[in-house]
């Protein structure tokens, strides 16, 4: 039976998520699936608004810790993972404002790894890896991941207060710094970038990211972490960083083996550049870097944070899973959905059934509208941990993406309970944030604050919301589940 198309239904703009319908009961929840999304898209709820490619975490202005003033790392290379699959979404002249935007994002992350600043902070720590150390500087002195949008909008300098602004912050968070890598290279990967698009600066400075994690000893490096709390030696970040390093020596001394479209006639070329790109620097500081980046290094790193990713999640040997375990006097934390980013780009010793394994060891942090970030969280706290809206689209992505791999209807049934649960946390009529403001209906927030209020417990929502990085993780994993819904549409088709 013919299906009337979302792009009908809501002007043009979005396509169907079906290619092939078959009126069965099995299939009901598919059509309601759909419904949503057309909802969504009419209400304008898969929106994320860019600043000449820039994306401030959240529309929120100046205020709540300066959201829409200064954009993350991770916030951007996230929102790009969403914006790759927009266009899938949109027909006409919508699906090309989607393409505009995603190429327009692109390209703002060639701009961010080619920074001078990025350079400069990148080859002082290269050339003392003590640095970062210092107890009075060290948390500043390394690669910055969170900038003013403003500068890099009007392509200038910082100016000296503006620094002392950006400066003002955490900026040890390796996996930040390696999901803007890893994103950086699914853009050449999806041909969204071509190698060309990339200066002789940006070469550069993303081959001195890989010497920096190489020498400064990522598998041993503290840091903030997704979360940008205490420091620890953890392991989502020694994850991404490990994955990221893998993608590199892939590309370099591997003919481009396991890399997709632009990205392995960019690492060609950066192999046949390679002196010229460092013809600038002489002496200790190229011999430095260019034997942090030999197969022997590179290997070795990879090596050690392999091992300790493994022996924290207890994959090698039975136990419990760590984000954080750094001895009887330091933090220690088991299980946390940050975790959950070594999903992200997973290291190549992480098969399927190790995914998985960390997946089950998460599920005690699910919530009513969300997950609890870790049992004991005390940020934007209630009655209750606030329960975070991120989580549950990524796993709808992923239980997607295993169902495309594997066929198996498990999985795609775990996708579709996921994606029950994140449409569920759109925002009503009514709801208000935890200091009381108003908030629009048909948003997606960056948590519920789960608050006692005459004996019940409500829900309101945390200020930094719409958070663009839950809107692309939603658009992402509606995207990945409609391929999922399709392929089974056409096994059942067949059967």
């Known amino acids: 039976m013919p299906f009337k198309s979302i792009a009908h239904a809501a002007g043009n703009k979005c396509s169907s998520i079906f290619s092939y319908q078959k009126m069965t009961k099995m299939q009901a929840w598919d059509f309601e699936f759909d419904n949503k999304v057309r909802h969504l898209v009419k209400i304008g709820a898969l929106e994320i608004p860019t600043q000449d490619g820039f994306i401030a975490a959240a529309e929120v202005g100046g205020h709540h810790g300066n959201y829409g003033r200064f954009f993350w790392f991770r916030d951007i290379a996230r929102v790009f993972q969403g914006l790759m699959r927009a266009p899938e979404l949109y027909v006409g002249k919508a699906q090309a404002r989607a393409l505009e935007k995603r190429r327009e994002v692109a390209l703002a992350l060639v701009k961010i790894i080619e920074d001078p600043h990025l350079q400069e902070q990148a080859l ?37 207060d503006e620094l002392k602004e ?30 060309s698009d990339l200066t002789p600066q940006a070469r550069v400075n993303f081959l001195l990211l890989s010497s920096y994690f190489v020498q400064l000893k990522f598998w041993k490096m503290w840091d903030v ?78 090596a050690q944070g392999t091992s300790l990713v493994r022996q924290r999640l207890g994959l090698d040997s039975e136990g419990s899973v760590f984000e954080v375990q750094n001895g009887p006097h330091g933090e220690a934390r088991a299980q946390d959905v940050a975790l959950l980013h070594l999903l992200w780009h997973p290291m190549k010793s992480l098969s399927l059934l190790d995914q998985l394994y960390l997946i089950s060891k998460l599920k005690v942090l699910e919530r009513e509208k969300g997950y609890i970030r870790y049992v004991g969280d005390q940020f934007l706290r209630g009655a209750r941990a606030a329960e975070w809206t991120l989580t549950d689209a990524d796993l709808v992505s992923f239980y997607s993406e295993t169902y495309l791999k594997t066929k198996k209807n498990q999985y795609l049934q775990k996708a579709k309970y996921h994606a029950k649960r994140m449409l569920s946390q759109l925002t009503m009529a009514g709801a208000k944030t935890i200091e009381g403001e108003e908030m629009r209906p048909g948003i997606f927030p960056e948590a519920f604050v789960p608050v006692l209020e005459n004996g019940n417990i409500v829900y309101k929502v945390s200020p930094n919301s719409p958070l ?28």
Do not use: C
């Open 225 to 302: 972490g997704a979360w940008e709390e205490s420091m620890g030696l953890r392991t989502s970040s020694v994850g991404l960083v490990t994955s990221l390093l893998e993608r590199v020596k892939d590309g370099l001394y591997t003919e481009g083996l396991g890399t997709q479209g632009g990205e392995g006639p960019f690492f060609s070329e950066i192999s046949k550049q390679w002196d010229s790109l460092f013809s600038q620097w002489h002496g200790e500081t190229r011999d430095t870097i260019k034997g942090s980046l030999g197969l022997k290094s590179l290997d070795h790193a990879i």
């Open 124 to 160: 002082a720590n290269i050339r003392n890896p003590l640095l970062h150390l210092d107890e009075a500087h060290g948390f500043n002195s390394v690669i910055w991941i969170r900038r003013m949008i403003e500068p890099f909008k009007e392509r200038r300098s910082s100016t000296v």
């Open 166 to 195: 950006e400066a003002d912050w955490g900026h040890k968070q390796n996996d930040a710094l390696a999901a803007l890598g890893h994103s950086l290279l699914d853009a050449l990967a999806k041909d969204v970038l071509k190698p």
């Open 468 to 495: 663009n990085w839950t809107i692309a993780n939603v658009i992402r994993a509606i995207a990945t589940l409609n391929q999922a819904i399709n392929l089974n549409q056409q096994l059942l088709l067949h059967q």
